[in-house]
């Protein structure tokens, strides 16, 4: 049901405009719809496509040696067009593009896209990503990078200890999370007028998880 109604959210989404004239701005809207607790995929396609799926003349956007890179995320034809394909997925599609992008994010994180590193930020996923800043909104039972952003906040401060699975939002995290939120009088359950952002890396969270 969450796949049928992600894609035609994207539908409506989508359109308004013509099959080869979406406006970036409007591509990154659709991204952020796919990848709500993950800005860097906003990064990600810009440095792989230039945030485009078409050409100005309205093929499909093929990149890399010999053209075998296809759209917005520029997958290798070879290693993942059959791929995306059992699972539903035509990569030719703007839709298609995104919804494989996520599938295999959810898979494999940012790996996919670690040749264009240099260009949508300098890290190692795979660190915890202490040296960044907490930006997104998060919640019980994200997994991205932004969550060992969260992980690494709340473990300098010593409300958690080393997560098990780390850059996954579970109940360690959540609970850690909470106490942080209570103690530093931003919300907590008690509290009717705060209850709502318990538990949830609000805006106020995040500034006060960011200072040093």
Do not use: K
Not at 77 to 99: C, P, Q, S
Request: aromatic share 8%; glycine share 10%.
């Amino acid at each position: 049901m969450m796949r049928v109604f992600i894609v035609g959210l994207l539908v409506v989404w989508l359109l308004p405009q013509s099959v080869y004239a979406f406006s970036q701005a409007r591509i990154v809207s659709a991204i952020r719809v796919i990848f709500p607790d993950v800005p860097e995929m906003v990064d990600v396609a810009r440095c792989e496509s230039g945030l485009r799926q078409y050409t100005d003349a309205g093929s499909v956007l093929r990149g890399g040696l010999g053209g075998q890179m296809i759209g917005l995320f520029q997958f290798h034809e070879r290693y993942h067009r059959a791929a995306a394909a059992m699972l539903g997925f035509d990569i030719d599609t703007l839709v298609g593009n995104l919804l494989y992008a996520r599938s295999l994010y959810r898979a494999q994180g940012l790996t996919p896209w670690r040749s264009s590193q240099h260009c949508w930020g300098e890290r190692d996923d795979t660190s915890g990503g202490s040296q960044r800043t907490l930006t997104a909104t998060l919640r019980f039972g994200a997994q991205n990078a932004q969550v060992h952003v969260l992980q690494a906040r709340l473990q300098e401060r010593g409300y958690l200890e080393t997560p098990r699975v780390p850059g996954r939002f579970g109940v360690p995290t959540y609970l850690a999370l909470v106490r942080f939120q209570c103690d530093a009088g931003i919300a907590c359950l008690g509290d009717e007028a705060t209850r709502m952002g318990v538990g949830v890396t609000t805006a106020e969270t995040r500034a006060a998880l960011n200072t040093r």
